[in-house]
């Protein structure tokens, strides 16, 4: 009985698989699985990631002296120092680019969801721009010498570089919703998701801030000259370019976790769900690094071209900013 049962389940399975070969697929998929160890599984990284086909590496011409990189879901946004071509949008999956100028050199940018802000620190202000089909919404006036911008989910924050606050605007209207005390030349900003964390370059210390209400919660001593931060969602890591080394402090309470060394001059770190990614300017080399138990290191070196600065992760590939070369290079 057996022996006539086991080929006509067989003969069946044949069919389902030839008439539906995603079965085939997801059956296979459910035997594999659970032969992988779960510490090589990393869940959120699922909701983290947007998948598309796409190139694996290449290099695109942008306008002169690319700085600052933000991802809109479906493009790179890169910002430009100059006063020509300061904004160029390239397609993540198929390098289409297009330009927009602004007129004026552009720092950092952040996405609220539909729109990218630009920081224009030679015109005190920020510029909002429709990412989906690059049209100037509006420029919004800020304090001295804005540099860096960051989106916690509701409003835009701005750090004034001079002027040693950040101005907190309204996602709709630009309205300033305050402005905030922090340390001496606030250059850049992210958020926890509850959170705004400052990094104050000529203090070397990073301000936390409540998002809801910008209550400081706090000031922590860093490295020399703090320049960039990310979250990898327990941990806030600060890049100091003045001492060539990247700091992790524990987000929830500030308190000081490990310092890791770098390349030279480091400048800009984004986090790709597993491993941060730092650009090293001095060394034309951008850094993964991970963290392991107690502190130990996971990392690997990789040259760019000449100076980068900005870095992004669009999902799938990470993007640089290579100031003196005017490109941007996808890896």
Same mark, same amino acid.
């Not at 300017?281 to 690094?289: I, L, P, Q, Y």
């Given at each position: 009985?057996?022996?006539?049962? +086991?080929?006509?389940?067989?003969?069946?399975?044949?069919?389902?698989?030839?008439?539906?070969?995603?079965?085939?697929?997801?059956?296979?998929?459910?035997?594999?699985?659970?032969?992988?160890?779960?510490?090589?599984?990393?869940?959120?990284?699922?909701?983290?990631?947007?998948?598309?086909?796409?190139?694996?590496?290449?290099?695109?011409? +942008? !306008?002169?002296?690319?700085?600052?990189?933000?991802?809109?879901?479906?493009?790179?946004?890169?910002?430009?120092?100059?006063?020509?071509?300061? @904004?160029?949008?390239?397609?993540?999956?198929?390098?289409?680019?297009?330009? %927009?100028?602004? *007129?004026?050199?552009?720092?950092?940018?952040?996405?609220?969801?539909?729109?990218?802000?630009? $920081?224009?620190?030679?015109?005190?202000?920020?510029?909002?721009?429709?990412? &989906?089909? !690059? $049209?100037?919404? *509006?420029?919004?006036?800020?304090?001295? +010498?804005?540099?860096? %911008?960051?989106?916690? *989910?509701?409003?835009?924050? =701005?750090?004034?570089?001079?002027?040693?606050?950040?101005?907190?605007?309204?996602?709709?209207?630009?309205?300033?919703?305050?402005?905030?005390?922090?340390?001496?030349?606030?250059?850049?900003?992210?958020?926890?998701?509850?959170?705004?964390?400052?990094?104050?370059?000529?203090?070397?210390?990073?301000?936390? @801030?409540? &998002?809801?209400?910008?209550?400081?919660?706090?000031?922590?001593? %860093?490295?020399?000259?703090?320049?960039?931060?990310?979250?990898?969602?327990?941990?806030?890591?600060?890049?100091?370019?003045?001492?060539?080394? %990247?700091?992790?402090?524990?987000?929830?309470?500030?308190?000081?976790?490990?310092?890791?060394?770098?390349?030279? &001059?480091?400048?800009?770190?984004?986090?790709? *769900?597993?491993?941060?990614?730092?650009?090293?300017?001095?060394?034309?080399? =951008?850094?993964?690094?991970?963290?392991?138990?107690? !502190?130990?290191?996971?990392?690997?070196?990789?040259?760019?071209?000449?100076?980068?600065?900005?870095?992004?992760?669009? !999902?799938?590939?990470?993007?640089?900013?290579?100031?003196?070369?005017?490109?941007?290079?996808?890896?």
């Amino acid at each position: 009985m057996q022996g006539v049962f +086991v080929p006509r389940v067989i003969e069946k399975f044949w069919r389902l698989f030839r008439a539906h070969p995603a079965v085939l697929l997801v059956f296979a998929l459910t035997i594999a699985l659970p032969q992988v160890s779960r510490a090589q599984l990393n869940f959120n990284r699922i909701a983290l990631q947007r998948w598309y086909a796409g190139n694996t590496s290449a290099t695109f011409a +942008v !306008g002169s002296y690319p700085y600052g990189l933000a991802f809109d879901g479906s493009s790179i946004w890169v910002a430009s120092y100059n006063s020509t071509n300061s @904004l160029t949008k390239i397609n993540a999956s198929d390098g289409t680019t297009t330009a %927009v100028n602004l *007129g004026t050199p552009i720092t950092q940018l952040a996405f609220d969801g539909s729109n990218i802000w630009a $920081v224009e620190p030679f015109n005190n202000s920020v510029a909002k721009v429709r990412a &989906s089909d !690059g $049209v100037l919404l *509006g420029n919004l006036p800020v304090a001295n +010498v804005p540099y860096g %911008v960051a989106f916690d *989910g509701t409003n835009v924050w =701005v750090t004034n570089l001079y002027g040693g606050t950040v101005t907190k605007l309204r996602k709709d209207t630009g309205a300033v919703l305050g402005t905030f005390t922090v340390g001496s030349e606030p250059i850049s900003i992210a958020c926890d998701g509850a959170n705004m964390w400052v990094a104050n370059m000529a203090s070397n210390s990073v301000t936390k @801030l409540r &998002s809801s209400d910008g209550a400081n919660l706090g000031t922590f001593a %860093v490295g020399t000259e703090p320049y960039a931060l990310a979250f990898d969602g327990s941990m806030m890591w600060v890049v100091n370019y003045g001492s060539n080394s %990247v700091t992790t402090l524990l987000a929830s309470t500030g308190a000081l976790q490990y310092t890791y060394n770098v390349g030279a &001059s480091p400048f800009a770190i984004a986090y790709d *769900g597993s491993y941060m990614w730092i650009t090293n300017s001095g060394a034309n080399t =951008v850094t993964k690094m991970r963290p392991a138990i107690r !502190g130990a290191l996971t990392w690997t070196t990789f040259p760019t071209q000449s100076y980068p600065l900005g870095v992004a992760f669009d !999902g799938v590939n990470m993007w640089i900013a290579n100031y003196n070369s005017a490109t941007v290079s996808k890896m």
